[in-house]
Nanobody
Framework: VQVVESGGGLVQPGGSLRLSCVCPRSIFVNNYMGWYRQAPGRQRELVAR????????TIADSVKGRFTISRDNAESTMYLQMNSLKPEDTAVYYC????????????WGQGTQVTVSS
């Protein structure tokens, strides 16, 4: 499954970024989706997951109140709106396709780098 993330970059602390993830429509509309991140020397961790309809969401405590996950099934696109970014949010962010609300699926994107630094 081809999964493509975009929207990463360099931003100052307190700034915002919006990540996007696309995959083939037939896959997208039938699967749970999620965002994960991995910082250097650390394990990959959950950022957020979203149900097929978008009505159920899981957000990691470390980003709750700052990050929002959403999806547009008509556009086969998932988003991660990241506000009030902190240096500790610096990581490679990965899109994940499949799984359930509590577990990741088998398909991953190549990742997009987010760097929060002044």
């Amino acid at each position: 499954v081809q999964v493509v993330e975009s929207g990463g970059g360099l931003v100052q602390p307190g700034g915002s970024l919006r990540l996007s993830c696309v995959c083939p429509r037939s896959i997208f509309v039938n699967n749970y989706m999620g965002w994960y991140r991995q910082a250097p020397g650390r394990q990959r961790e959950l950022v957020a997951r979203i149900s097929i309809s978008g009505s159920s969401k899981t957000i990691a405590d470390s980003v709750k109140g700052r990050f929002t996950i959403s999806r547009d099934n008509a556009e086969s696109t998932m988003y991660l709106q990241m506000n009030s970014l902190k240096p500790e949010d610096t990581a490679v962010y990965y899109c994940n396709v499949g799984g359930t609300m509590r577990s990741w699926g088998d398909s991953w994107g190549q990742g997009t780098q987010v760097t929060v630094s002044s």
